[in-house]
Nanobody, 115 residues
């Protein structure tokens, strides 16, 4: 049973930083494309950042220059470093992994940006 477990969410002031982590259990974690999505009540889940198995990254325009996705295949973990956080970044953040027809979601971690 593959699991993706997020951690690192919490309450932060505007302009602050957080680092989210997502630990996976896949035997071939390095082969998976990994991504972070976020969702707020009443809105569709949106892609925040993705990193391919080869390390290529892409970001939503709203987070470019502020967020960085990275991965440690040895630790089977993907990270989302978030800086200069804004109130609009408040959401539940979900880890996602995909390899061929296989795809998995984490349970989510809440990020609240507020003074």
């Amino acid at each position: 049973q593959v699991q993706l477990v997020e951690s690192g969410g919490g309450l932060v002031q505007p302009g602050g930083s957080l680092r989210l982590s997502c630990a996976g259990t896949q035997n071939i974690f390095s082969m998976y494309a990994m991504a972070w999505y976020r969702q707020t009540p009443g809105k569709q889940r949106e892609l925040v950042a993705v990193i391919s198995s080869g390390g290529t990254t892409k970001y939503a325009d709203s987070v470019k220059g502020r967020f960085t996705i990275s991965r440690d295949n040895g630790e089977k973990t993907v990270f989302l470093q978030m800086t200069n956080l804004k109130p609009d970044d408040t959401a539940d953040y979900y880890c996602y992994g995909a390899y061929g027809p296989l795809e998995y979601w984490g349970q989510g971690t809440q990020v609240t940006v507020s003074s």
